[in-house]
């Protein structure tokens, strides 16, 4: 939905003197200041300071190829001097002031990127929905009257981007929380394979789960700080070269994860489709019998809950009151789940992460397509009716969910005409095939582009 420059493109302005980057951050910090959900802490003063320093870089000859360009990261990243609460109020007194930055983050200040700020986002990062009862509500960017929904986890993170305010952001992706808010805002991102990006410094949910990622207004940009992330480092930008959609084989499984759409869901994903096949990608519609397992294993076998519930359980002892009430529910679901139970449940993911390989493999097909979220962005009074509540966060969930129970990697990419519900199309494929499905998406989004 976002019209603003790439980080590419950012970049090169800064480089050629087109605007200074004390001028980029003032103008992006005014931005910032006309909402109040979007951050949950800003340091006008200090970015400013550091964006005086790189326009002296620059001057001097010195400043990195990527100074400058503002990132904003959802608060469970660790920064050094801030403390990490991961939009709870629980730990206001209990969580220390950080020493370093978290591995992902020290990456992107190597490169002189400038953190913008903490962004909102699900208390604990335990929802799909980007509801927080701690901090004024979010809301997806489409709605001019705040009537929907932004997403979660990472929900400001994702507005951040969508609003202008800085080119791409940190977020987090345990079940959807890259994907869901991206869609509903019309951005790009990108849920990393479970163990490329370094979680040291990264505030937890689920161990076997977790995953850092990048949220941006393109692909190219979701490359770029992947890159970073991963710790590289280089004197010129890195670039991504797009396959060729006309060799492409794309699987359009039949199945749980094109059903029940919503219909502008529905005629947005077609017509992506279409554009796709019309410009020579072979489209395979064919059932993978796995993707529906991964489905009913996240619905009815969830291995996050009991993790989630080991790594708060003494915090909801002895402060359950300060948590926000669905999430403290959701947190206590893992109460019940014996470690055998757990064993058994680790071990049918595993059997899952193979049957998604083998069943892929079989088709001979270079990456997955489907709707990222099956709705479009749900109404905010919706949410506020307890019975509708737990459904609502569930539908949210329930494509993005496949990927991380077959331990893969998924990119979201808006799919839908100017002016309509933003809807996202999610390229997915096997764990480790990160490089491949961004050169994948690139291609993708060069078809249905919308922008």
Known sequence: MTHQANIRRLAAKLRAGDISCEQLITERLELAHETDSVFIALDDKNLLAQARKVDQQRAAGTAKPLAGVPISLKDLFNVKGQKTLAASVVLADKAPVETEDAEVVASLRK???????????????????????????????????????????????????????????????????????????????????????????VYPLSHSCDAPGPLAVDVDSCFLLDQLMQGKTFDELPELAPANIQKLRLLVPKGLVIE??????????????D?????????????????????????????????????????????????????RSRIESGRSVSEEEQAARYAEKAALIEQVKQEL???????????????????????????????????????????????????????????EAPVGLMVSSVHGDDERLLEIAAAIEETIATR
């Open 111 to 201: 490169a002189g990127m400038l953190c913008f700020g903490r962004t909102n986002m699900s208390e604990f990062a335990f929802s799909g929905m980007g509801l927080n009862d701690h901090f004024p509500p979010l809301h997806s960017v489409w709605d001019q009257y705040g009537l929907r929904i932004a997403g979660g986890s990472s929900s400001g993170s994702a507005v951040s981007v969508a609003l202008g305010i800085v080119p791409g952001t940190l977020g987090s992706d345990t079940t959807g929380s890259c994907r869901i808010p991206a869609a509903f805002n019309g951005i790009v991102g990108m849920k990393p394979s479970h163990g490329r990006l370094s979680l040291k410094g």
């Open 361 to 419: 493999a079989e088709l001979e097909v270079d990456a997955m397509i489907y709707p990222t979220v099956p709705c479009i962005p749900p109404l905010v009074k919706d949410t506020q009716d307890p019975e509708k509540l737990g459904p609502i966060n569930l539908r949210c969930l329930r494509n993005t969910s496949t990927v991380n129970y077959f331990d893969g990697c998924a990119i979201t990419l808006p799919c839908h005409a100017e002016g």
């Open 275 to 327: 554009q796709l096949e019309t410009l020579g990608a072979e489209i395979i519609r064919a059932p993978l019998p796995a993707l529906d397992q991964c489905i009913d294993m996240f619905m009815n076998r969830n291995t996050v809950i009991y993790e989630a519930w080991e790594l708060h359980r003494e915090l909801i002892e002895s402060h359950g009151n300060e948590f926000g009430a669905y999430v």
């Open 260 to 273: 029940a759409l919503d219909p502008e869901v529905e005629v947005a994903f077609k017509r992506a489709v």
